[in-house]
């Protein structure tokens, strides 16, 4: 079996309990192996999601993989910024002029909403960020001002008009953006050209010099597909999609039940 010489690790569905928070068998494992082994956080979520956990886990000076690979951090730092252009969110905000579904946008450590309305309450206690309170077309004439773009954004709202919202965007965008559904409610919406591979990729070449042989990664979701093919070893948790248990080379316990942790005692 190839030596595990680094840990990718997805958050939500994954490394997190049923409270979504760390366990203490998960904290643990992780701190027995992180000075000899780099444990690298990777997920859709945006900087301040993830620094929390990485300080529970003693692991602030490792980099941070965010929104699915379209912010990589180093030191605090971006080594690699991949984002919408404000021409799309400009489109997307027409689109929806009647205000059916929440739009909230991200950049770095930046997230807006148009309102604290349930979706952006719900977001907030999930990931406990709070975001800022401001008009779409304000953040739009801002980030133009700025050169900037939305590392990730969220649609959430009913179901039929997320519908809508996912066809206007796959019709008009669908070769530059990637449309993520985690669930009926919600489209999360990131630049095409990344994903959770192409950030390990660059991190492993640039930062550690670690073959992608050497690597093992956990996740649950479509969006983990692609990491944990690549990787030397994939590993599924249990609750994972049917289509990511099928290509993983392991299966362990769900997220739950502490899988990634169980995991790690065992072959780490």
Not at 114 to 127: C, G, I, L, S
Not at 145 to 156: L, R, T, V, Y
């Amino acid at each position: 079996m190839n030596p595990h010489r680094i840990v990718f690790s997805d958050i939500d569905g994954t490394l997190l309990n049923a409270e979504r928070e760390l366990s203490d068998a998960t904290i643990s494992e992780i701190k027995r192996i992180k000075d000899h082994i780099p444990v690298v956080l990777i997920s859709s979520r945006m900087p301040s999601a993830m620094t929390h956990l990485q300080k529970e886990l003693d692991i602030l000076d490792t980099p941070l993989i965010c929104y699915n690979g379209g912010l990589i951090l180093v030191d605090k730092k971006p080594i690699h910024s991949t984002f919408i252009s404000t021409d799309i969110i400009q489109e997307l905000y027409n689109f929806n002029v009647d205000n059916l579904f929440h739009i909230s946008l991200y950049h770095n450590d930046e997230w807006y909403v148009p309102e604290m309305d349930f979706w952006a309450n719900r977001e907030a206690q999930n990931t406990k960020v709070i975001p800022e309170i401001k008009p779409t077309n304000m953040v739009i004439d801002q980030w133009k001002n700025e050169h900037k773009g939305a590392h990730k954004i969220m649609c959430m709202g009913e179901e039929k008009y997320i519908d809508k919202a996912f066809g206007f965007l796959e019709h008009n965008f669908g070769d530059r953006l990637h449309l993520y559904r985690s669930k009926p409610t919600y489209i999360e919406i990131a630049h095409k050209s990344i994903s959770k591979l192409t950030a390990i990729e660059l991190l492993l070449k640039t930062h550690y010099k670690i073959s992608l042989s050497d690597a093992v990664a956990f996740g649950d979701n479509y969006n983990d597909i692609a990491m944990i093919k690549a990787v030397g070893t994939g590993v599924a948790v249990a609750n994972a999609k049917p289509e990511t248990l099928k290509i993983a080379d392991v299966i362990t316990l769900s997220g739950k039940e502490d899988g990634v942790a169980t995991y790690i005692k065992n072959n780490i």
